[in-house]
């Protein structure tokens, strides 16, 4: 497999929109997940996508962020709109050669893993 890297965090006030993305070549066929690191170095998952294009969001940003892939399935997107403060956190992609458990965004379960790019949401 290839590399996982991401591009795309910034500074944006509350309501504003970003949009991350993430290399992943050699990572076609793969469950592809976005998962955040808060401050406070909590781990959360946030949106998953598999092979055949089934999404799947943590609760806490159902209707503001959409994950999908380019045709190609080299490049992961992540777009955040509406953001809240509590949205802060780094922002790492991550990839799994599985589809059963590609919903659940269980941390645990996934082997490949970006460094992340920084989200941060002022008031």
């Known amino acids: 497999q290839g590399k996982l890297v991401e591009s795309g965090g910034g500074s944006v006030q509350a309501g504003g929109s970003l949009r991350l993305s993430c290399t992943a070549s050699?990572?076609?066929?793969?469950?592809m997940g976005w998962f955040r690191r808060a401050p406070d170095n909590r781990l959360e998952g946030v949106a998953s996508?598999?092979?055949?294009?089934?999404?799947a969001y943590a609760d806490s940003v159902k209707g503001r962020f959409s994950v999908s892939r380019d045709n190609t399935k080299t490049t992961l997107y992540l777009q955040m709109n509406n953001l809240k403060p509590e949205d802060t956190a780094s922002y790492i992609c991550?990839?799994?050669?599985?589809?059963?458990?590609?919903?659940?965004?269980?941390?645990?379960?996934?082997?490949?893993w970006g460094k992340g790019t920084q989200v941060t949401v002022s008031s």
């Open positions: 996508i598999d092979s055949k294009g089934k999404e």
């Open positions: 050699g990572f076609s066929e793969y469950c």
């Open positions: 991550a990839a799994e050669w599985f589809e059963s458990k590609c919903s659940l965004l269980n941390e645990h379960d996934f082997g490949h």
